[in-house]
């Protein structure tokens, strides 16, 4: 909240830390072209295209909304990793969303992803009055990250013996011998093995998952909806487990 405020409130700092160029609100909502024709540059609405479109025509092919704009990625921070969704549904009125990502960062970025796009499904079905069935998730460049400096070169050397040591897990609470084995042969990368995301995935993978949350969205124009009108509902996570960003 402090961080928003200061984006709100401090325009150099919102010009350092919180623009990160014309990237998806932008792409989604306000994809610019030029007209040759008529001389003037035209938006597009992607997404507000997309819902009509399905409202006109549920169970069409071309419902997709593309985030890599070849002219505006180099003003951007960093390119789209979620590129491109498309949306269809069958004549019973079920709605899927298949989003491709080209780059997957497995432990902290492919989480909020998954979260973040299966409420969109949501959000979308209900503003063309349809049921959200399905959420698919397409991978391109799969990866999670190893450390940096030695420990990565260590992850490098020990893969073998490490795939190894994770196959012949047969119980949950073993992940975290393989843990514990990581962190007493691999050198220190000098930051606290903060960004070593395999430790981090194997004591998630140790745990045993919770029933699912249930998410409810106010019944109001997808346009004019803000965080409080998103309610989640039985959500009971496990202890947080902290990594840094690797980019």
Known sequence: EEYGQR?????????????????????????????HEK???IEIDQLGKLIKGLRKNPTGKKHIVDSWNPGDTPKMSLPPCHVLYQVTANEEGELELQLYQRSCDQFLGVPFNIASYAALTQVIAQEAEMVPKTFIHTFGDSHFYAGIGRRTQWHRDN???????????????EYLEVVEWINKNA?????EEKYDHVTAILEQMSREPRPLPKLHIAK???DQ??????????????????????V
């Open 187 to 191: 050198p220190s990368d000098g930051n």
């Open 39 to 41: 001389g003037v540059f």
């Open 220 to 222: 109001k124009p997808f």
């Open 225 to 246: 909806l803000t965080i409080d009108d998103f309610v989640v509902e039985d959500y009971n996570p496990h202890p947080q487990i902290r990594r840094s960003m690797a």
């Open 7 to 35: 984006i709100k409130e401090d325009p150099e700092f919102a010009q350092r830390w919180g623009d990160a160029g014309p990237i998806y609100g932008k792409q989604w909502r306000k994809w610019e072209y030029f007209d």
């Open 159 to 173: 893969f073998r013996e490490l795939q190894k040591r994770i196959r012949n897990v047969s119980a949950r609470e």
